[in-house]
Structure formats: structure tokens, C-alpha cells
């Protein structure tokens, strides 16, 4: 092949790799990252302490619990289910399940509590996607269930694990680079994996953009839409594992706000509330993007309403700017 010819191909891949940034349904989500490396910059220059190791550290550490939720829930919202709002049961009840597990070892307890959440996923892919049940009727009643098995389980206590496990909860790889960032990851192209390699991930998909054709065209939806519930539960319970791993203690208090975190996640990182649109590293960078806004809020003294509202203005303007961006598609 000439030189010319491999010139021109390699234009050719970067015009195409600017116009995918560039497309309608990808717009969101680029300047999300555009804005997040942006404020990344401004931050660093203007906020006294954000660029330290310490610093960057606790933003990732995070990030990862909420990130790992929110790409499990970014499979439910790209099936066009909306939102799975079980998560913050999910994840609370398992910091009790890992606790409890602890004493038989960290791999066991990651076992049993992923497990449990797997089950519970399993539960509402089935009421969602082969009984047809309302997704948000169906997992506000599951959550409701899943909270009364953790009261009567715990009787309302703090649950102390018999163990360890702090080089999961609070340990680091490498210097900076907390051990939970690389659990992050690792659900992240799992997640991505699943959703852009396998037959399952494309019917998910399908389904999304029109269920009634990908039912039409023989597609397996009950099974996909089954699929994204069973990675969620997996991934808020695996969440729950990491926040009771930190003091080996579970409770239902903890994690118990990751229903926003994640569904904010998901919608300030592009993904579309109307399904079929989106990625999983776009909700991983609507986890950062948050991270950021709220360890700058804090670094600047701002009292914990304040970045409540902050947060809730953020993820209301990306509402409006999707909702925005889907009626210029329909044009």
C-alpha cells in the first residue's frame, strides 16, 4: 500500500472519528468530556489543593462506587426501561450481606453479595422484561421488599464484619490510585463488552430504539432487557460491597442515596432517557464529571445543601439539554 493511500485513510478515520463526536446523538455526551477535562484545567489553576495526589486520589475513590452503578444502570436505561430504582436498596442491603460474610474471607463475601444482587436483578428483569411490568413500579415495590428482608435481617443494627478487608475499602495499587478505581474499570469494559460485543448487547440496543420492530423482527428482548436488570443488581450490590468494605460495617443507611447518584450519572453523561442511545463509558464520565463538581464544591467550603442543589441544577440542565437535542433529531 502507497504512502498516499495510507494518508488518505488515516484522514479519512479522523473525519470520521470528529463527525462521530460531532453527531446529534453524540453531542451530549462529547461536551460532557469536553467540559469535564475543561474544569479539570480551571480547577487545577484556580482551586487551591485539587491538583494534589491526595486530592486526585479522592476523586477517584469517589467515583468508583457510583460509577460502578451507574454502568449497570446505563444498561437498563439504554434497554429503554428508564431507570432501575432499586439500586440504592440494592446497594444498602448488601453492605449488610458483606459484612456478614466477611468472616468467611473478602472473596467469599464478594461472592455472596454479588450473588445477591445478581438474584435480585434477575427478579425485576423478569417482572420488567418477560411479564411487561412497569420499570419504575416494579422496582420502587422490589426496593421497598429488598429494604424490609435487610431491617428484619440487621433488626435496624450496624452489622461488624468479622475481618478485614481495608486493602479493598481504603488500599491503593499505586501511589494515587486507589484499589476500587481499578474495580471501576474492570466493570466498565465488562459492561461495555457486553453491550457492544455480544448478541445480547445489540438486541439491547435494538430494543431500546423500538421495541415493538425488535419484537417484530424476532429478537430475543425479554432475555436483553433481562440481561441489563441482572448487570445492575450485580453492580450496585458489588458498590454496597465496596462502601462496607471501607470499615467493614453494613448498614441501611449506607449507599442508600445511590439512586440519584447513579441516575445523574447516567443522564449528565449522555446517555438517553428514552433508551437506545448511549454508551457505558458515557455514564462512567457522568460519575467523574460529579466527583469533580462535588470535591470542588467542598475544597471551597460550600455546606453539603448547597452541592445538593448544585448537583440537582446539573443534572436538571442535562435533562432539558437531551430533551433538547432529541427534538432537533426528530426535525
Not at 107 to 134: E, S
Not at 206 to 233: S, W
Amino acid at each position: 500500500m502507497s504512502m498516499s493511500v495510507k494518508t488518505d485513510i488515516a484522514k479519512m478515520t479522523r473525519a470520521k472519528w470528529f463527525s462521530g463526536l460531532l453527531a446529534p446523538t453524540r453531542i451530549q455526551a462529547t461536551a460532557v468530556r469536553f467540559a469535564t477535562l475543561a474544569m479539570i484545567a480551571v480547577a487545577a489553576a484556580a482551586v487551591p489543593g485539587f491538583a494534589s495526589v491526595q486530592n486526585l486520589s479522592a476523586v477517584m475513590f469517589s467515583a468508583s462506587a457510583i460509577g460502578i452503578a451507574a454502568c449497570g444502570l446505563a444498561l437498563v436505561t439504554i434497554s429503554g426501561k428508564l431507570f432501575m430504582l432499586s439500586i440504592g436498596a440494592t446497594t444498602a442491603v448488601s453492605t449488610i450481606v458483606f459484612a456478614s460474610l466477611l468472616g468467611y474471607g473478602v472473596p467469599a463475601a464478594l461472592a455472596g453479595t454479588v450473588l445477591i444482587g445478581l438474584i435480585c436483578g434477575l427478579i425485576q428483569g423478569c417482572l420488567v422484561g418477560f411479564l411487561r411490568a412497569n420499570p419504575i413500579i416494579s422496582t420502587i415495590a422490589v426496593a421497598s421488599i429488598i429494604t424490609g428482608i435487610g431491617s428484619w435481617f440487621s433488626a435496624g443494627r450496624t452489622i461488624t464484619g468479622d475481618g478485614t478487608s481495608l486493602w479493598l475499602g481504603v488500599g491503593h495499587v499505586l501511589p494515587g490510585i486507589p484499589n476500587q478505581v481499578l474495580v471501576f474499570v474492570a466493570v466498565l469494559l465488562a459492561a461495555e463488552f457486553l453491550l457492544s460485543r455480544t448478541r445480547v448487547g445489540r438486541e439491547l440496543q435494538l430494543n431500546g430504539i423500538n421495541p415493538v420492530a425488535a419484537e417484530f423482527a424476532g429478537l430475543r428482548t425479554g432475555t436483553a432487557v433481562t440481561a441489563a436488570y441482572c448487570f445492575a443488581g450485580a453492580a450496585a450490590s458489588l458498590s454496597g460491597a465496596l462502601i462496607a468494605s471501607q470499615a467493614a460495617q453494613g448498614n441501611l443507611s449506607l449507599g442508600a442515596d445511590l439512586d440519584f447518584s447513579a441516575t445523574a450519572a447516567v443522564l449528565v453523561g449522555g446517555v438517553s432517557i428514552s433508551g437506545g442511545q448511549g454508551r457505558i463509558y458515557d455514564a462512567a464520565t457522568g460519575a467523574l464529571f460529579l466527583a469533580i463538581v462535588g470535591n470542588i464544591l467542598i475544597l471551597k467550603g460550600y455546606a453539603f445543601d448547597t452541592q445538593l442543589m448544585v448537583k440537582g441544577a446539573v443534572v436538571l440542565l442535562s435533562v432539558l439539554a437531551g430533551a433538547a437535542l432529541t427534538r432537533n433529531r426528530k426535525k
